[in-house]
T-cell receptor, first 115, second 113 residues
Framework: DGGITQSPKYLFRKEGQNVTLSCEQNLNHDAMYWYRQDPGQGLRLIYYSQIVNDFQKGDIAEGYSVSREKKESFPLTVTSAQKNPTAFYLC??????????????FGDGTRLSIL | SQQGEEDPQALSIQEGENATMNCSYKTSINNLQWYRQNSGRGLVHLILIRSNEREKHSGRLRVTLDTSKKSSSLLITASRAADTASYFCATDPLYSSASKIIFGSGTRLSIRP
């Protein structure tokens, strides 16, 4: 079955530590996204990538970093510079630019907490 | 930057009743999408309506779009317990060169048995 896999489901970060959230898709989508969701809130865009080896900052990129070395993978690193990282992180993918904004397909999220 | 705002923030209805949620947005759009999120899960795409469309149906879902009022509504008919979820609208801004959409803050729908 085609879809998006996020891992781990739960993650705990110690102060001063960087942690990396995994996102893999087998939908052959060009575009991938990372969102942050706080309790009772909507989604805020952290980073997005429209094509391999290219990515852009979203609305709340500070304290986060990404890479897009493969079409299937778009890992997110939450660095120690992100002072309030506790949130639900969602990864999504869609067909690339030039095809209209197609629906996004989401993974089931990673819940990050501070120890 | 938040483009869409859903109304109401929370809605509780009896099973079998219809549920209506509204979304207002600020700038011109290419299309508007509705998503559902079950508790602790990712979002699931429900329906996409383009700026030149006024109404769209999918099963028990009916979406309307009024570009003059910059608003959309999602109607779920004959609600079921499984419809309990949060519902989000997302807009594709007209002059955006990037393949990104902007989500609203959502409506939490509870269906009482």
């Amino acid at each position: 079955d085609g879809g998006i896999t996020q891992s781990p489901k739960y993650l705990f970060r110690k102060e001063g530590q960087n942690v990396t959230l995994s996102c893999e898709q087998n939908l052959n989508h060009d575009a991938m996204y990372w969102y942050r969701q706080d309790p009772g809130q909507g989604l805020r865009l952290i980073y997005y990538s429209q094509i391999v080896n290219d990515f852009q900052k979203g609305d709340i990129a500070e304290g986060y970093s990404v890479s897009r070395e493969k079409k299937e993978s778009f890992p997110l690193t939450v660095t120690s510079a992100q002072k309030n990282p506790t949130a639900f992180y969602l990864c999504a993918s869609s067909r690339g630019p030039g095809q209209g904004n197609q629906p996004q397909h989401f993974g089931d999220g990673t819940r990050l907490s501070i120890l | 930057s938040q483009q869409g705002e859903e109304d109401p923030q929370a809605l509780s209805i009896q099973e079998g009743e219809n549920a209506t949620m509204n979304c207002s947005y600020k700038t011109s759009i290419n299309n508007l999408q509705w998503y559902r999120q079950n508790s602790g899960r990712g979002l699931v795409h429900l329906i996409l309506i383009r700026s030149n469309e006024r109404e769209k149906h999918s099963g028990r879902l009916r979406v309307t779009l009024d570009t003059s009022k910059k608003s959309s509504s999602l109607l779920i008919t004959a609600s079921r317990a499984a419809d309990t979820a949060s519902y989000f609208c997302a807009t594709d801004p007209l002059y955006s060169s990037a393949s990104k959409i902007i989500f609203g803050s959502g409506t939490r729908l509870s269906i009482r048995p």
